[in-house]
């Protein structure tokens, strides 16, 4: 699942975004209001955890953008200002939640979580699925033809990525700016390693192959030969 952060401290982002990534999740950063605006009406986001003071334009603002733009994605406001008007007020405004910094990370990760089960979303839009494979968002859980796969969080973003995406080659760089967080290096060896550890857990004892290589251009999850 897909996150935005929208946090100028970057001590603080940097740590959101860190702490998300190794819980599994796919996370954008964004640094002011403005381009979190842009981001949330751009692309596609299953939550955004929103700071209220922003450079640009504040998080109530973003918010009521997000709102009147009829998008219901969850919104968990994220913010030092600890009033109870603020609270009603980013409530009044649309957000689904409001917790208060400082914080501790296990709660928010459990307020994140249970927002996405309570999401929009539809129950079977929380499994991707490719021929006998399926992959749950919110239980965080992967099996082929009945049979659990356990995977590292990084081989979960992975397979998330390439099943979001299926049928579409998937340049390396790309996946590693989705999965890694990182520009592509050519020297590096780290998503050939990271595709040869998912093929062997979900590929190597089924039938059909489904992670299939296309030289010189990327990788790619497709049912088809």
């Known amino acids: 699942m897909k996150i935005l952060v929208?946090?100028?401290?970057?001590?603080?982002?940097n740590y959101l975004k860190q702490g998300l990534m190794e819980a599994g999740f796919v996370v954008d950063l964004a640094r002011d209001g403005i381009d979190g605006l842009h981001l949330a009406l751009t692309e596609a986001f299953d939550l955004v955890i929103l700071d209220v003071m922003l450079p640009g334009i504040?998080?109530?603002?973003?918010?009521?953008?997000?709102?009147?733009?009829g998008k219901d994605i969850p919104v968990l406001f994220l913010t030092a200002r600890d009033d109870v008007d603020d609270r009603v007020k980013g409530l009044e405004l649309g957000a689904d939640d409001y917790l208060v910094k400082p914080f501790a990370f296990s709660e928010l990760l459990a307020r994140v979580r249970t927002l996405l089960r309570r999401g929009g979303k539809s129950k079977e839009s929380d499994v991707l699925r490719a021929a006998d494979l399926e992959l749950d968002l919110l239980r965080?859980?992967?099996?082929?033809?009945?049979?659990?796969?356990?995977l590292t969080s990084k081989e979960f973003a992975?397979?998330?990525?390439?099943?979001?995406?299926?049928?579409?080659?998937l340049p390396r760089s790309l996946i590693a700016s989705q999965v890694w967080d990182m520009n592509f290096d050519s020297d590096t060896n780290v998503i050939e390693v990271a595709i040869r550890?998912?093929?062997v857990k979900v590929d190597d004892n089924f039938e059909p192959k489904l992670i299939r290589t296309v030289r010189g251009m990327g990788y790619v999850l497709e049912t088809n030969d």
Do not use: A, F, M
């Open 58 to 69: 504040d998080g109530w603002q973003v918010l009521q953008g997000i709102r009147r733009s």
């Open 6 to 13: 929208v946090e100028d401290e970057h001590k603080t982002g």
């Open 140 to 150: 965080r859980r992967v099996n082929r033809s009945g049979k659990k796969i356990d």
């Open 197 to 199: 550890r998912l093929r």
């Open 158 to 169: 992975l397979l998330e990525l390439l099943l979001r995406r299926q049928g579409e080659v």
